[in-house]
């Protein structure tokens, strides 16, 4: 059976996105551009984002302009994007854009994913709603050595300690590695 894993890099002072949503406070860290394989969720058949984090990395990996940057980045790969406005798509990606509710296209984005891992790539608010419903096994975090001002929060909602089991907590560069495993709402 799949997992829904929540995998994303943040700052020390939980910020996954500046005020601007952009996320080139993380590429400032020494060996950011170049991470460490073993960092990233495997056998995965879907990300799930929202509009900001996939316009983000439209611009920034100017994948209009190059749409075969996106076949090298993500291989048979479906991506969902959660927004409310029409977005640019690469040519030959298979991107989705959705709206509403996480709850009510989840069937949709598991029956995408088969038997494989759905990875949640952000924002905040996404998480949130995968929260909500208990659809979220694994919340993976890669703490860089920065702070921000402000900007998008990790997580825009109260989750207790009865809810998350450390499973792992071990350097990574620059960055601390912690992943956790999720329990379910009682």
Not at 59 to 81: C, L
Not at 110 to 131: D, M, Y
Not at 150 to 157: D, I, N, T, V, Y
């Amino acid at each position: 059976m799949s997992e829904i894993i929540f995998d994303a890099a943040v700052t020390l002072n939980g910020y996954l996105a500046d005020e601007n949503q952009s996320l080139q406070w993380l590429f400032e860290v020494p060996g950011a551009h170049e991470p460490d394989p073993d960092l990233l969720p495997r056998n995965v058949g879907v990300h799930v984002e929202g509009a900001s984090t996939y316009l983000w990395l439209l611009e920034h990996e100017r994948f209009i302009e190059n749409p075969h940057k996106w076949q090298d980045y993500y291989p048979g790969i479906t991506t969902y994007v959660f927004t409310s406005r029409e977005l640019p798509i690469p040519e030959g990606a298979d991107v989705r854009l959705v709206n509403g509710p996480v709850a009510g296209v989840l069937p949709q984005i598991r029956g995408a994913a088969g038997e494989k891992n759905i990875w949640v790539l952000g924002g905040g608010e996404l998480l949130g709603q995968f929260l909500d419903i208990d659809a979220i096994d694994t919340l993976a975090l890669t703490i860089a050595p920065a702070a921000l001002a402000g900007g998008a929060p990790l997580l825009p909602r109260n989750i207790g300690s009865d809810r998350l089991e450390l499973a792992e907590a071990r350097p990574a560069g620059p960055f601390a590695r912690l992943v956790y495993r999720v329990r379910r709402a009682s």
